[in-house]
């Protein structure tokens, strides 16, 4: 059976198709699903931003395929870890687990490398270019972690 992980962000268009980009680069594929959502429905069915593209590109990675998605109370049931980018996606999600173990598998991505100090991935969406290349390095860095784990 497969180990399913899900990424969070608002939108689902700048943070998690490029922490699920990452992630997927690092795991093998026929043990660990990824996929991402957003907390919003700005974005359903849109691809991610140009500039994740394209940092994402600069990175030897591909995610042009993802097109957002809304997160829902049944990913709670199809997903056995859930990373969330910030405090405000934490907040959404769990506002919608419906017991203690729906809670637990929420967690804040950052904290796989500072752990307990609830560090968030800055929202990139109103910075420039370099904004999404300091996030890619902090995903990065998280999703070795969360690989080597899986």
Do not use: W
Request: glycine share 6%; net charge negative; charged share 30%.
């Amino acid at each position: 059976m497969k180990t399913k992980v899900l990424m969070v962000c608002l939108g689902n268009i700048c943070r998690s198709p490029l922490a699920e980009g990452i992630l997927k680069s690092k795991v093998d594929p026929d043990k660990v699903y990824i996929d991402s959502a957003g907390t919003s429905n700005y974005h359903v069915g849109h691809s991610p931003d140009e500039r994740s593209v394209t940092v994402a590109q600069q990175n030897k990675l591909d995610i042009t395929s993802q097109k957002g998605r809304q997160f829902s109370v049944s990913d709670f049931d199809e997903f056995d870890y859930i990373y969330v980018m910030d405090m405000s996606n934490y907040q959404d999600v769990i506002s919608l687990a419906r017991n203690e173990e729906d809670k637990k598998k929420v967690k804040l991505i950052l904290n796989e490398i500072f752990p307990e100090e609830n560090v968030e991935v800055p929202d990139p969406y109103h910075g420039g270019n370099e904004g999404f290349n300091n996030v890619y390095k902090m995903l990065d860095e998280a999703c070795e972690v969360i690989a080597k784990k899986l």
